[in-house]
């Protein structure tokens, strides 16, 4: 477990792809007296990620790079990772998996938010997956980042209740609902 030290917060980091509604969700828990992270650069290998937006919001440095060549791209992340004194980062809808040589730099110091309850349903198309096999519960997990996709230790978990109604987009709105509530205590978590 990475310890707090001190009073100040930890220096983070959040790759995302997309929409960063958990960006948004881990920006608004930073600036909570509670929080154990401050969010200081946000990441993303797209610059269409709406949520870069946030980078304006709320004053925080923001940085894109392709992964297109990923070497480079990692190259250049962990080097402004390091001028930036980043400690800790949360990945957030991060569609790229990051290369081993760059987990081992920050071995045990990177989260994950999945949308299903691991170890069932790694990778994509998790609701249509439950949805199709006609699962009763459904939920998200947060878990340590380590080479093997979506198999680190998991921090927190929180189920979901699938009802006969539910579609793909109506569950997924419901474990996003959930998602936000389970990123920060699983921060919280790994700091205490
Ligand atoms: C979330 O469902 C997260 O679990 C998954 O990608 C989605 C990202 O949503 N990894 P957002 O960009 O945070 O809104």
Same mark, same amino acid.
């Given at each position: 477990?990475?310890? $707090?030290? !001190?009073?100040? @917060? /930890?220096?983070?980091?959040? &790759? =995302?792809?997309?929409?960063?509604?958990?960006?948004? +969700?881990?920006?608004?828990?930073?600036?909570?007296?509670?929080?154990?992270?401050?969010?200081?650069?946000?990441?993303?290998?797209?610059?269409?990620?709406?949520?870069?937006?946030?980078?304006?919001?709320?004053?925080?440095?923001?940085?894109?790079?392709?992964?297109?060549?990923?070497?480079?791209?990692?190259?250049?992340?962990?080097?402004?990772?390091?001028?930036?004194?980043?400690?800790?980062?949360? $990945?957030? !809808?991060?569609? @790229? /998996?990051?290369?081993?040589? &760059? =987990?081992?730099?920050?071995?045990?110091?990177?989260? +994950?938010?999945?949308?299903?309850?691991?170890?069932?349903?790694?990778?994509?198309?998790?609701?249509?997956?439950?949805?199709?096999?006609?699962?009763?519960?459904?939920?998200?997990?947060?878990?340590?980042?380590?080479?093997?996709?979506?198999?680190?230790?998991?921090?927190?978990?929180?189920?979901?209740?699938?009802?006969?109604?539910?579609?793909?987009?109506?569950?997924?709105?419901?474990?996003?609902?959930?998602?936000?509530?389970?990123?920060?205590?699983?921060?919280?978590?790994?700091?205490?």
């Amino acid at each position: 477990m990475v310890k $707090l030290t !001190g009073l100040k @917060k /930890i220096k983070t980091a959040v &790759f =995302i792809s997309g929409n960063g509604s958990n960006l948004k +969700n881990l920006i608004k828990f930073s600036k909570k007296k509670n929080s154990p992270i401050s969010i200081d650069l946000i990441f993303s290998n797209t610059s269409k990620a709406k949520g870069l937006r946030f980078s304006n919001q709320f004053n925080i440095r923001k940085y894109v790079s392709s992964f297109k060549n990923y070497k480079t791209a990692e190259v250049k992340i962990l080097n402004l990772l390091n001028k930036e004194s980043i400690k800790f980062i949360c $990945l957030a !809808g991060f569609m @790229k /998996i990051l290369s081993k040589n &760059f =987990i081992k730099k920050f071995s045990g110091k990177i989260v +994950n938010i999945h949308p299903s309850l691991l170890p069932k349903y790694k990778g994509l198309d998790t609701h249509i997956k439950a949805i199709q096999n006609k699962d009763k519960v459904a939920g998200c997990t947060v878990h340590f980042v380590t080479a093997k996709l979506d198999s680190g230790k998991i921090i927190l978990q929180k189920e979901v209740k699938i009802s006969k109604k539910d579609t793909y987009t109506s569950l997924a709105k419901k474990v996003l609902r959930q998602e936000h509530k389970l990123y920060p205590a699983a921060i919280k978590k790994v700091f205490n």
